[in-house]
Nanobody, 125 residues
Framework: QVQLAESGGDSVQAGGSLRLSCAASGHTYQTNSMAWFRQFPGKEREGVAQIYLGSGSTKYADSVKGRFTLSQDNAENTVSLQMNSLKPEDTAMYYC??????????????????WGQGTQVTVSS
């Protein structure tokens, strides 16, 4: 199994920035891609950004394109989501996910079976 540990959630004002990190451990050979999802109260979890480890290829949801950047850190199997120009509607619980894919865009919850515990992001107006 792959274990995921998220960090970086906080409360910020609109227009501010936050950086979320996710570190994978355990059976990381089962992982070639990591992603961030978010969940609003009473809503389904939605994909935000995905990265293929090694190549660094990324995919983004339209709602965050141009504001969020997902990158791989120097530490192995660690990724960071840089969130700029935050809006109150970005307020949600953010979850890290890991999976293995042959390629393509994978931002559906059902694509992943390894999840972190989540970290709260709150953006006030």
């Amino acid at each position: 199994q792959v274990q995921l540990a998220e960090s970086g959630g906080d409360s910020v004002q609109a227009g501010g920035s936050l950086r979320l990190s996710c570190a994978a451990s355990g059976h990381t050979y089962q992982t070639n891609s990591m992603a961030w999802f978010r969940q609003f109260p009473g809503k389904e979890r939605e994909g935000v950004a995905q990265i293929y480890l090694g190549s660094g290829s990324t995919k983004y949801a339209d709602s965050v394109k141009g504001r969020f950047t997902l990158s791989q850190d120097n530490a192995e199997n660690t990724v960071s989501l840089q969130m700029n120009s935050l809006k109150p509607e970005d307020t949600a619980m953010y979850y890290c996910a890991a999976g293995w894919f042959l390629g393509g865009r994978h931002l559906a919850r059902s694509d992943y079976n390894a999840w972190g515990q989540g970290t709260q992001v709150t953006v006030s107006s």
